[in-house]
């Protein structure tokens, strides 16, 4: 983002919060319903001090980063099979493509049914639903790399392996990355999804019990933190995405 | 008498396998001695590009053999024949002067020596300047002009050029035209250069060979015997005339059939 950007994203937000303040604290918004922001960012102070909180805030940290260790080298690796290998592209393809419009939410209890309400059935959840995006992410990146510039570096005397590092390697790192980023997104919503659905710890599960309890300024605050975390590792993977993309032209 | 480069011995190529063969290339027969520029021409889905791929090593022909300063070409031999294609094919992730010294790099040369070398091709091919330019920053002209410095700079005997211009506009191409034919002239390699367009065959070869429709066959050898430096004047002079006619007639015939 340009400077000029940067000011007027921060204006905007901050009037929308000042909005916010000022209308709760004439009481046209419900405060009961709708906190004023300055309730919620106190909530939000206490919480990130108390012990669980961050017990739960680190369980799901761990499952996001578990389900995405698994999720993105696997759909990686079936991602290049399915274009490298003919027969195995002809037999999954479709299947995959099929596959990547079911909602994956259905197959939840299933999951807790075969894993039990655990850290394992999220991991395996959230594995499940970023495999698909990651494996598409694959074939659409290995099938960007320009056939022409295996064969010239081929007639240049390229090994297979310097075809791969310098051809496969720079020309397929950009969809990567963006698939990559595709993908933790949905893996952040398997994991929190699972969460709130049925778990024993975990930044969804004290969502799940704030809202039940009625606890709104917690639960603002939890929205806050989970929405500032996916935010970050969103845009982290985006500026790593650019500077490896740097080569694509600009439109 | 100047030493035979590129010697092609009854070479034919078919393509597919079993029912399907489709026959590419008849029995070619072609001796091209060191430093000759040679014009392939002949009617689309001739064989021009796939003879030009069997020189570079890209494919195995079905029979004959091709040989290059007398090694026996089974694979591409990048420190004896460059290769440039119709479109520019540059890696887009690297700098002109990297693309220029891509096949230097592919062979384990210190960046500082594969630079040097990439550094003296761009200000042979006049891009002085562009060095660190990315592929999509250089025009189509400039792009080419990259591409032909990356086919120098092993140095290597022949260059093989698969419809270099095509892709560009008319004036590019006649000014790529007279830049390629002088740094031909300062470089001394033996080019093979197929083309769809008689006048640039005319106006850059020495010798044009005319290949048949499919199967490809040699059907003519021409020698262009017009002076160099060749001159635009050159273009409506009858003699270019008459050289243009009788390549259309056997490009005529064949597309008839």
């Known amino acids: 983002m340009r400077r000029h950007e940067r000011v007027m994203v921060a204006a905007g937000g901050l009037g929308l919060a ?192 704030w809202g039940e309890n009625v606890q709104m300024p917690q639960l603002y605050a939890a929205l806050v933190i989970v929405a500032v975390a996916a935010v970050i590792v969103n845009e982290a993977l985006r500026a790593v995405e650019t500077r490896l993309g740097f080569w694509r032209r600009v439109a | 008498m100047t030493k035979t480069v590129l010697s092609i011995k009854g070479v034919s190529h078919r393509f597919g396998a079993d029912g399907a063969v489709v026959p590419a290339l008849e029995r070619i027969d072609l001796e091209v001695p060191d430093g000759q520029f040679v014009a392939l021409v002949g009617p689309s889905g001739c064989g021009k590009s ?80 562009f060095e660190d330019k990315l592929p999509h920053q250089l025009s189509g002209g400039m792009k080419q002009r990259v591409a032909i410095a990356r086919g120098l700079v092993q140095n290597p005997a022949v260059l093989l050029m698969d419809e270099p211009f095509a892709a560009l506009d008319e004036q590019t191409r006649m000014l790529l035209g007279d830049e390629l034919l002088r740094i031909w002239s300062e470089a001394r390699k033996t080019v093979l250069f197929v083309t769809h367009s008689l006048n640039e065959a005319v106006y850059l070869a020495d010798r044009i060979i005319v290949l048949s429709s499919r199967p490809g066959r040699i059907v003519d050898d021409v020698a262009v015997d017009l002076p160099r430096p060749r001159t635009f004047a050159m273009t409506s002079s009858e003699r270019f005339g008459v050289l243009k006619e009788r390549i259309w007639q056997h490009i005529r015939r064949a597309e008839r059939v």
Request: include cysteine; hydrophobic fraction near 55%.
């Open chain 1, 18 to 209: 000042l909005l916010w303040e000022l209308l709760a604290r004439r009481g046209v918004l419900d405060a009961s319903l709708t906190p004023a922001p300055s309730t919620i960012l106190e909530a939000l102070l206490t919480l990130v001090r108390r012990p669980e909180v961050l017990t739960s805030l680190g369980v799901t940290a761990w499952e996001v980063l578990a389900a995405f260790a698994i999720a993105a080298p696997v759909g990686l690796l079936f991602g290049i099979l399915l274009v490298e290998v003919t027969f195995l592209g002809d037999l999954f393809r479709p299947l995959v493509n099929f596959l990547f419009g079911v909602p994956k939410s259905i197959f939840l209890p299933v999951f807790i049914l075969i894993f039990g309400v655990s850290i394992p059935q999220k991991i395996a959840f959230a594995v499940f639903t970023t495999l698909f995006v990651v494996i598409t992410g694959g074939i659409a990146a290995v099938e960007s790399v320009p056939r022409d510039l295996v064969t010239v570096s081929r007639v240049y005397g390229a090994t297979r392996w310097q075809v791969v590092r310098e051809i496969y390697l720079p020309a397929m790192a950009p969809i990567l990355l963006e698939s990559a980023r595709l993908g933790m997104i949905f893996n952040i919503t398997a994991v929190l999804l699972c969460e709130i659905y049925g778990a024993r710890d975990g930044i969804g599960y004290r969502i799940a019990s």
């Open chain 2, 50 to 129: 796939t003879l030009l791929s069997l020189v570079a090593g890209l494919r195995q022909p079905s029979d004959g053999t091709l040989r290059c300063d007398g090694e026996r070409i089974t694979k591409p031999i990048p420190r004896k024949i460059g290769m440039i294609f119709q479109e520019a094919n540059l890696l887009p992730w690297l700098s002109a002067i990297d693309n220029v010294a891509f096949p230097l790099k592919l062979r384990g040369e210190p960046k500082i020596e594969r630079r040097a070398a990439a550094r003296d091709m761009l200000a042979l091919t006049g891009l002085t300047g």
